[in-house]
């Protein structure tokens, strides 16, 4: 036998290094095995491939051990690993410390260290209806018994023979669903952890006999029919055959274009349980977890211990535990997750649905692979031989256009489902109202009436703001002095709760000076207004009512965001003010009132996508009133009632917006219409960085020509007191993407390797937001 080599991934920015397998080892590609490397340090490495060239190094060392009994990645993942550290510039080892969770991937500085945590699935606690309750007459008597007596039990009786899809409504003892609970009484077992029975509850009835409760290993119930699947109105029919179709004709990828409340995720859950009944897998990735509790619920009341869900707010343990048991799994597997879930062994992948697809959170901005979770996904399609839909109310001009030139199959839900209909949108200029003295702190006068008008009626109203803290900056009226962070080029944001001065890029704070320290003449003053200024305003505008404010600096654990948003919820505060964070993915049945307090600090973005961020932005939060019948109110305040973004956001005129600015995108050779990738140098000398970067330029001018964009100073031009500087490279359509990425990936070889700029940090983004 001739000496057998390995290339295996390590966990460090690096490509594969080639290691000897030792005589009597047998090792495959997507193994994991431990080896040396370096003078001491062990890590677990991934096998790459297996071959019998000797490298041309003189010690190769040999790999020490096997770890797991089975291949940690499937050919189709070690493809996918290739296809982004190809894409997106970056080295195999830098994918592999994204892909992999950390347990899984030990390292240490002698062998023992790097032992892996034994993995031990988990159990859980089942409960099922005890057989002699299978016949109605027995259950309908234990159900008289309980209904007077302990209506606790009763209810969660009910739950169980209901199979546990009882909705809210069950919390109101009644006949009725007592008598359709009967007429199919549900026999299976249950994870206790899907009820809303309380155990304690649950203990009592299984001692009185009425139920059992078995612990065993997490099972997944198999077989599609038993799934309920909700019942779709003709116009989602016609949009899921319309899906179907075009899939059956080969069709890949396709974007399912349908308005806040129409029903997209009634259409996912069909595609789903087809999907599962195959015992294929299906992948639903969500823009960010955190925020999506309510969508998990609702895919677990329907498919429910089928539901994984993964992200990084889980424990490191259960990221692991839950790698392991779905690399052991033979299919038919339903995994919800945010983006890093692409990396998941879903060896039977199917079906992929990417919700609110255009949502940036899907782009990893740092470390790198800086990749685009929806992106891969429709590179899945092509590694997996899976089908990959996108939704969104709102999409991507990108995904736009491909819809539209057909290389997406397309179809559109253009009604909200039942009456609900639409919100009305009230533009409202807050320069005419100041002039006419219609304006009370930051809030015109027309949004304040709707909001004491839907408090009267004992509704809610949310409130939104793009910045936190009480003011983005504090000045001296006297001289123009404004306070700046030390260490960076921007302003301290003022926050008044702790009375002090912020920066969001460091997080240097300090306190607010008595006198301004420049002209030592006048105190300084807060300018514009974050969330903190809005929560103390309404507050003091509405005594009555009580306000609740989510963003980053209150929302400092998944605890406190939780409870948050059940307060809300369940209507203990009428009034949440909030960033972002309060507009995704979430329905609050009582909010009547939303109002957008600044839609030009939206606009007024340099970034190239400002307008169609702004707009999806603004219909992603008037997405959160029209939940009722009467479809709510939205007021925008805005300094440019006619800006053409305005304009399109009152009409509803997604397609206005998409001409408009695939026009200008056209014309001046954005996305989608080139391809753009930004380059990001960083030192704290700004001499030596200028020079490395009018070289680089320099550099990229002789082999892209004009199509090198810089060197320029980005927004933020130093942060942490290193300076940046930007260029950014535009790839037309047309042209090799994949040539222009073999040259780049040489040039930046080149700089890399160049002595005097070697402690140059250098950022690759490619497809940057
Ligand atoms: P989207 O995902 O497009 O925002 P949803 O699927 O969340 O829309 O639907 C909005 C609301 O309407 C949800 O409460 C959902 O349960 C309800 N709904 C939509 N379609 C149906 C249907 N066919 N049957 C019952 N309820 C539906
Ligand atoms: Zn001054
Ligand atoms: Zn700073």
């Known amino acids: 036998m001739p000496q057998r080599y390995a290339d295996i991934v390590l966990p460090l920015a690096q490509p594969a290094y080639t290691f000897a397998v030792p005589d009597g080892m047998t090792v495959a590609a997507g193994q994991a095995v431990a080896v040396q490397f370096g003078p001491r340090k062990f890590y677990t490495g991934i096998v790459w491939q297996v071959h019998d060239r000797r490298p041309?190094?003189?010690?190769?060392?040999?790999?020490?051990?096997?770890?797991?009994?089975?291949?940690?990645?499937?050919?189709?993942?070690?493809?996918?690993?290739?296809?982004?550290?190809?894409?997106?510039?970056?080295?195999i080892g830098e994918v592999m410390r994204c892909a992999l969770p950390?347990?899984?991937?030990?390292?240490?500085?002698?062998?023992?260290?790097?032992?892996?945590?034994?993995?031990?699935?988990?159990?859980?606690?089942?409960?099922?209806?005890?057989?002699?309750?299978?016949?109605?007459?027995?259950?309908?008597?234990v159900f008289k018994q309980l209904t007077r007596r302990a209506p606790k039990q009763y209810e969660a009786l009910l739950e169980i023979a209901a199979g546990g899809?009882?909705?809210?409504?069950?919390?109101?003892?009644?006949?009725?669903?007592?008598?359709?609970?009967?007429?199919?009484?549900?026999?299976?077992?249950?994870?206790?952890?899907?009820?809303?029975?309380?155990?304690?509850?649950?203990?009592?009835?299984?001692?009185?006999?009425?139920?059992?409760?078995?612990?065993?290993?997490?099972?997944?119930?198999?077989?599609?029919?038993?799934?309920?699947?909700?019942?779709?109105?003709?116009?989602?029919?016609?949009?899921?055959?319309?899906?179907?179709?075009?899939?059956?004709?080969?069709?890949?990828?396709?974007?399912?274009?349908?308005?806040?409340?129409?029903?997209?995720?009634?259409?996912?859950?069909?595609?789903?349980?087809?999907?599962?009944?195959r015992e294929g897998d299906v992948l639903l990735l969500v823009p960010e977890i955190a925020l999506t509790a309510q969508l998990i619920a609702r895919m677990e009341r329907i498919f429910g211990s089928r539901v994984t869900a993964y992200h990084s707010k889980l424990t490191p343990q259960r990221r692991t535990e839950t790698y392991l048991q779905l690399n052991r799994s033979e299919g038919g597997e339903f995994v919800v997750g945010a983006r890093s879930a692409i990396f998941l062994p879903l060896r039977r992948l199917q079906l992929v649905i990417v919700d609110e697809e255009h949502d940036p959170s899907y782009k990893q901005a740092e470390p790198a692979p800086r990749y685009n979770g929806r992106d891969c996904a429709v590179m899945m399609t092509r590694i997996f031989g899976c089908r990959t839909l996108l939704g969104s109310a709102t999409p991507?001009?990108?995904?736009?256009?491909?819809?539209?030139?057909?290389?997406?199959?397309?179809?559109?839900?253009?009604?909200?489902?039942?009456?609900a209909r639409l919100p009305r949108?009230?533009?409202?200029?807050?320069?005419?109202?100041?002039?006419?003295?219609?304006?009370?702190?930051?809030?015109?006068?027309?949004?304040?009436?709707?909001?004491?008008?839907?408090?009267?009626?004992?509704?809610?109203?949310?409130?939104?703001?793009?910045?936190?803290?009480?003011?983005?900056?504090?000045?001296?009226?006297?001289?123009?002095?404004?306070?700046?962070?030390?260490?960076?080029?921007?302003?301290?944001?003022?926050?008044?709760?702790?009375?002090?001065?912020?920066?969001?890029?460091?997080?240097?704070?300090?306190?607010?000076?008595?006198?301004?320290?420049?002209?030592?003449?006048?105190?300084?003053?807060?300018?514009?207004?974050?969330?903190?200024?809005?929560?103390?305003?309404?507050?003091?505008?509405?005594?009555?009512?009580?306000v609740a404010r989510l963003d980053r600096d209150n929302a400092t654990s998944q605890r406190v965001f939780q409870n948050i948003i059940a307060d809300f919820e369940s209507r203990r505060t009428d009034i949440l003010v909030g960033t972002q964070m309060i507009t995704k993915g979430f329905d609050f049945d009582g909010v009547s009132v939303v109002g957008i307090l600044n839609a030009d600090n939206l606009l007024n973005n340099p970034d190239f996508r400002a307008a169609e961020r702004a707009f999806q932005l603004m219909m992603q939060v008037a997405g959160r009133a029209g939940r009722r019948d009467d479809g709510g109110e939205v007021v925008i305040q805005t300094a440019e009632p006619g800006h053409p973004v305005i304009r399109q956001v009152a009409e509803n005129d997604y397609e206005g917006m998409v001409r408009m600015q695939l026009a200008d995108r056209e014309a001046f050779?954005?996305?989608?219409?080139?391809?753009?990738?930004?380059?990001?140098?960083?030192?704290?000398?700004?001499?030596?960085?200028?020079?490395?970067?009018?070289?680089?330029?320099?550099?990229?001018?002789?082999?892209?020509?004009?199509?090198?964009l810089g060197p320029m100073a980005p927004p933020v031009d130093r942060i942490r007191d290193e300076y940046l500087v930007g260029l950014l490279l535009k790839v037309e359509n047309g042209a090799s993407a994949q040539r222009a990425r073999e040259i780049l990936t040489d040039e930046l070889r080149r700089f890399t390797e160049n002595p005097d700029f070697k402690n140059i940090t250098l950022i690759t983004d490619v497809d940057p937001l």
């Not at 996918?80 to 894409?87: G, K, R």
């Not at 009626?457 to 983005?472: H, I, V, Y």
């Not at 001296?476 to 926050?495: D, F, I, S």
Request: hydrophobic residues 35%; proline residues 5%.
């Open 56 to 91: 041309d190094f003189k010690r190769i060392k040999p790999i020490h051990k096997i770890l797991y009994d089975r291949p940690l990645l499937s050919e189709e993942q070690r493809a996918l690993w290739d296809w982004i550290a190809s894409y997106y510039l970056c080295s």
């Open 102 to 141: 950390n347990l899984i991937k030990p390292s240490g500085d002698t062998e023992e260290e790097l032992l892996q945590d034994e993995y031990r699935p988990r159990t859980e606690c089942y409960v099922s209806l005890a057989p002699e309750l299978h016949d109605a007459a027995r259950l309908d008597e």
């Open 165 to 277: 899809d009882t909705g809210p409504e069950a919390h109101n003892v009644d006949e009725n669903v007592a008598a359709t609970a009967k007429n199919s009484i549900a026999t299976g077992e249950i994870a206790r952890r899907l009820l809303r029975a309380d155990t304690t509850v649950l203990h009592t009835l299984a001692r009185k006999g009425f139920i059992r409760e078995t612990e065993h290993l997490r099972t997944t119930e198999r077989g599609g029919a038993r799934f309920r699947l909700p019942e779709l109105t003709p116009h989602q029919t016609e949009a899921l055959e319309q899906l179907r179709t075009q899939y059956a004709a080969g069709k890949q990828t396709a974007l399912l274009h349908g308005i806040t409340g129409s029903g997209k995720t009634e259409i996912y859950i069909h595609l789903i349980a087809e999907t599962l009944a």
């Open 396 to 419: 991507s001009l990108e995904t736009w256009l491909n819809a539209h030139t057909e290389k997406y199959a397309n179809a559109e839900l253009t009604e909200r489902y039942g009456t």
């Open 425 to 546: 949108i009230i533009i409202s200029d807050t320069l005419r109202a100041a002039r006419r003295g219609e304006r009370k702190g930051r809030f015109n006068k027309i949004l304040l009436d709707k909001i004491e008008a839907a408090l009267a009626r004992g509704e809610q109203a949310m409130l939104f703001q793009n910045r936190r803290g009480f003011s983005p900056y504090v000045t001296c009226t006297e001289c123009g002095w404004t306070a700046r962070c030390p260490h960076c080029n921007v302003t301290l944001t003022y926050h008044r709760n702790g009375d002090r001065l912020v920066c969001h890029y460091c997080g240097h704070t300090e306190g607010v000076p008595a006198k301004c320290p420049s002209c030592k003449v006048t105190e300084v003053v807060p300018m514009g207004f974050g969330t903190e200024q809005i929560e103390q305003e309404i507050a003091a505008l509405f005594p009555e009512a009580r």
């Open 669 to 708: 050779f954005y996305p989608p219409y080139a391809r753009l990738t930004s380059l990001t140098l960083r030192h704290r000398d700004p001499v030596l960085l200028r020079r490395a970067a009018a070289e680089l330029a320099d550099r990229l001018r002789t082999r892209f020509g004009r199509r090198v």
